[in-house]
């Protein structure tokens, strides 16, 4: 559950001052040290907030009170700056009335910081998202930019806003912001030129000779030495606590977030680098012969360096200081300027560079926080001016007239509207509107800003007038048109009744504001509201290479030249400000006072006669007698009811009926005299705060009893609890308990039953088992006995059966001899006739069929060369046996043949023709077994290198082979390939396959070989034959089985021609042309090796050794 909590909750002194009970100045002032002094900085005046400056930072600003703080009725918490920011940031988004947040207070009171502090904090309740975030943003780094230029280091504030400003925040429908639009007031501009002891220069000039990077300096053409400058002032050029470096760097990044362009910036910074370097032109007296006074500039340096940063002609600027021009109804006249001319001339232009840059800068960052949307928005504007100001000693000049005349307008407008929003509310809740006295100042308005004979109206005129006007003719004239004026007073005027008034000198007036009396010095009042800026100047600016100046001096543009003198600065004011007014007068205003609690700057101090200065002319009281003018509280009858119940019987704890009934039962059950209250629509008004105190009085005491009441009923059911508790416990433990002893008892009744149950189970079954016992004892007796007795029994009809079963075997066997004889007798001699034929028939028969069934499970395997055939049984069988096994071996050969192909046939009829003719003959047989016939070994047809010999040779190649040819003469060998076709034998050379010699088939006589393992064979030619010529030809191959078989089919196979006869004998007649040689064959020794050799012995004799076989 909420806790909810009101503002009359743990309140230090009085939280709304309108609650104050007694309303005195002191009462007043006491309330306010004794909260300030518990860190209470804010207190109420109804919905007014005073702010006391801590000048120190308090934990109360944190996100965690700023979700405190959201969405809370304004007097539900304890009072707080965001209470307001957060009130007229709910009516701005919820009841769609646009807000106004009114900041006044003296220099240094704070205001700056309040309004920073609604800012942020309507920033951080606001919606969130990219785009509203980056606006969010944007206007909150508005601020530094515009401190930086517009605030300064004064005596009384560090940071000292030294222009006024409003800022209307827009945003829409659903309270996200839009964007904003800031209007600025009166900068005090001269002390841009000139600055009060302890006082320093607007911050941007400190900032940028501290912070820019040499680079930048260098650029703009300046010094980091602040004492190079005139226009800046030395003694306090240093503040504690503010680093103007780290600042620069937070302007410029603002700037840059706020939207400025890099060039934007560059401009920014030369101008202001240019007012420093215009402070440093300095002028020497010249005197002319016709006795005019001119003015030289001493050190043109400065001035070269200013226009060069500016891009102006440095003899235009020269000219400008050095002459008047005045125009007048087409004439154009120039007079030059004495120094004193010169130097005002020069200040009056730095003033107008640095008031109208600013203006610049607020013009810069309002196009980038301008709200794009075209929708209507709601607005919250955040006035931070300048406060009321009485400077010591009639110290006041025009500034400050201009400045408490603004503060007047908006003291009349706070009444205005406080009134009007109290009438309101009166009207709006149905009560009686009672008239309330107050202090209207709209009189002290009347006598500064009324149009015919105001003070400011005055002054215009004297400013227009011709003839020699003076700030004393300007007094004069006051004298004489005001002096009956009741809030005006002066030495000189009419009203004689000041004449011997020594606080008031002669060139002073004395207006009595409404915050208190201030004396005004007449002097530079004229000037300051004339703001005068030569012609030759702005001229001179405008001729400037350089955009933004060019902007900033429009009035210089000679093709616009306007001979009407510019309105003045008081007229200019007086229309802000007005315009002003009329704003803040259509939105719902929320005001916060600030005040300072002390002149030292310091935290913890509280000085009384400064405070109460404050409360006086801030008008404190005044604002607190108005509000209670008609009803000191006010209060909603649902809260009012919820706060109060406690106080009736009728209403607590609970009211059923609406609440303003409950109210108003509970304010007759109170007995509260009826004129001290009045009953609104929705809200009880109560008249005097007494009354509210006498209710609260009575509330506390009720807590009190109530606290009593609820702590009596809470011990009470402690302890009932607790009884109950321990009651219940030691039921538990009692039920345990007894059912644990229960089961003790009956456990022993248990084990003792079973004991005597085993001793009377025991003592029976002993009983039992022993007649048992008896009884088996004689079952089995009269079993032995029948037993003994079947035995006996069975015995004898066994011995009878025995006996019965051989003497009928006897007899059977008697019979079967008998009966057998008989039949002996009778076929004896049948018998012997045919016997003997059909038994040998019988046993042939069956002896043969015991053979033919043994060799069919007996047969060998289906290989020829299997040699295996049973064995013969009987030796009778053997023809018999051996055709068998010879129709089984042609069986089985006939078989295998059959899966040969024609191919496989011719090779194995080549094989078995080599057995034939080599078979035992030759050692060399067996190893060409293995060897298939395979014929074409060089593929002469497929193998290119062959291709010539293959075309050559027409016919089909039958065999080709590599052999090698023995020379004649010395029997060394040469390769040659050996071809055989059908007709001939054909041999050629190795390498180029050219043919060596060809030999029809028809003239070979005979092939010879030895028996031996060697592969040497001679081709013998027919005697008288063509081949003959060349002689025989001796060969070896490595398949010659091959070769000679091959040779020897040929002529088996060609009809016209007798078989080739092969001989085979170790030493055969090679006819070498005329000779025949014997070719020898002998069995080699170890030394040939395993190689055969062949040598050349004598001219008959060839001899071959081949190695020995194994
Ligand atoms: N709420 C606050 N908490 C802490 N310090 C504060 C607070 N308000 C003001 N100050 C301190 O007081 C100084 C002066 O405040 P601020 O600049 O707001 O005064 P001001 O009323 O705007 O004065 P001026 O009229 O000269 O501009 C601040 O610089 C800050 O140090
Ligand atoms: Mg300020």
Partial sequence: MEVKTSLLDNMIGVGDMVLLEPLSEDSFLENLKNRFDHNEIYTYIGSVVISMNPYRSLPIYTPDKVEEYRNRNFYELSPHIYALADEAYRSLRDQDKDQCILITGESGAGKTEASKLVMSYVAAVCGKGQEVNKVKEQLLQSNPVLEAFGNAKTVRNDNSSRFGKYMDIEFDFKGDPLGGVISNYLLEKSRVVKQPRGERNFHIFYQLLSGASDDTLKKLKLDRDFSKYNYLSLDSAVVSGLDDATNFRTVRNAMQIVGFMEDELQSVLELVAAVLKLGNIEFKPESRCNGTDESRIKDKNDLKEMCELLGIEQSVLERAFSYRTVEAKMEKVSTTLNVAQAYYARDALAKNLYSRLFSWLVTRINESIKAQAKTRHKVMGVLDIYGFEIFEEGDNSFEQFIINYCNEKLQQIFIELTLREEQEEYVREGI???????????????????????????????????????????????????????????????????????????????????????????????????????????????????????????????????????????????????????????????????????????????????????????????????????????????????????????????????????????????????????????????????????????????????????????????????????????????????????????????????????????????????????????????????????????????????????????????????????????????????????????????????????????????????????????????????????????????????????????????????????????????????????????????????????????????????????NRANGKCSARIFLLTKKNVILADQKTGQVKASLPLLDLASVSVSTQSDGFFALKLKEGSSSAVKGDFLLSSEHLIEITTKLHRMGATTADREQLYIDISDEFLVQFKQDKVCVKFIQGGPKNGNGVSCKRKNNRLLEVSVPTTP
């Fill in 432 to 966: 009686e509107w009672t008239n309330i006295e107050y202090f209207n100042n709209a009189i002290i308005c009347d006598l500064i800003e009324n149009n015919q004979n105001g003070i400011m109206a005055m002054l215009d005129e004297e400013c227009l007038r011709p003839g020699t006007v003076t700030d004393e003719t300007f007094l004069d004239k006051l004298n004489t048109v005001c002096a009956e004026h009741q809030h005006f007073e002066s030495r000189l005027s009419k009203n004689s009744k000041f004449l011997n008034d020594h606080s008031l000198p002669h060139n002073c007036f004395r207006i009595q504001h409404y915050a208190g009396k201030v004396l005004y010095r007449v002097e530079g009042f004229v000037d300051k509201n004339n703001d005068l800026l030569y012609r030759d100047l702005s001229q001179a600016m405008y001729k400037a290479n350089h955009s933004l100046i060019k902007q900033l001096f429009p009035e210089g543009n000679p093709a616009k030249v306007n001979l009407k003198r510019p309105p003045t600065a008081g007229f200019q004011f007086k229309a802000s400000v007005g315009t002003l007014m009329s704003n803040l007068q259509t939105k719902n205003p929320n005001y916060i006072r600030c005040i300072k609690p002390n002149d030292k700057k310091a935290s913890h101090v509280f000085t009384e006669s400064l405070v109460c200065h404050q409360v006086r002319y801030l008008g404190l009281m005044e604002n607190v007698r108005v509000r209670r003018a008609g009803y000191a509280f006010r209060q909603a009858y649902e809260p009012c009811l919820e706060r109060y119940k406690m106080l009736c019987k009728k209403t607590w704890p609970h009211w059923r009926g609406p609440a303003r009934e409950g109210v108003e039962v509970l304010m007759a059950d109170l007995q509260v005299p009826t004129e001290e209250f009045s009953y609104g629509r929705s809200k009880i008004f109560i008249r005097n705060p007494r009354t509210l105190f006498f209710l609260e009085e009575r509330r506390k005491q009720c807590l009190q009893d109530l606290a009593t009441l609820i702590q009596k009923i809470y011990r009470g059911w402690k302890c009932r609890i607790q009884f109950l508790l321990l009651k219940k416990s030691q039921i538990v433990v009692a039920a345990w308990y007894r059912r644990y002893a229960q089961q003790q008892k009956y456990q022993k009744i248990k084990r003792a039953t079973t004991v005597v149950q085993s001793y009377t189970r025991g003592w029976q079954a002993r009983k039992l088992l022993r007649e048992l016992k008896y009884q088996k004892r004689c079952e089995e007796a009269v079993t032995t006995i029948t037993a003994y007795w079947h035995g006996t029994q069975a015995r004898r009809e066994l011995r009878r059966l025995k006996e019965e079963a051989r003497r009928k075997h006897a007899v059977a066997v008697i019979w079967a001899y008998w009966q057998g004889l008989k039949v002996r007798r009778e076929y004896r001699k049948f018998f012997r006739a045919n016997a003997g034929k059909k038994i040998y028939d019988f046993t042939i028969q069956r002896i043969l069929q015991k053979y033919f069934l043994g060799l069919k499970s007996n047969i060998p395997s289906m290989s020829p060369i299997d040699k295996n055939w049973p064995a013969r049984p009987y030796f009778f069988l053997e023809g018999v046996h051996a055709e068998l096994r010879r129709i089984f071996h042609l069986w089985r050969c006939k078989k295998y043949r059959s899966q040969f192909t024609e191919e496989k046939k011719v090779v194995y009829e080549e094989k078995l023709e080599a057995s034939e003719l080599f078979k035992d003959k030759k050692a060399l047989y067996p190893s060409s077994v293995s060897q298939p016939f395979k014929g074409d070994y060089l593929e002469i047809s497929k193998n290119p290198k062959y291709q010539k010999l293959s075309s050559v040779v027409d016919e089909k190649i039958l065999l080709s082979d590599m052999v090698n040819k023995i």
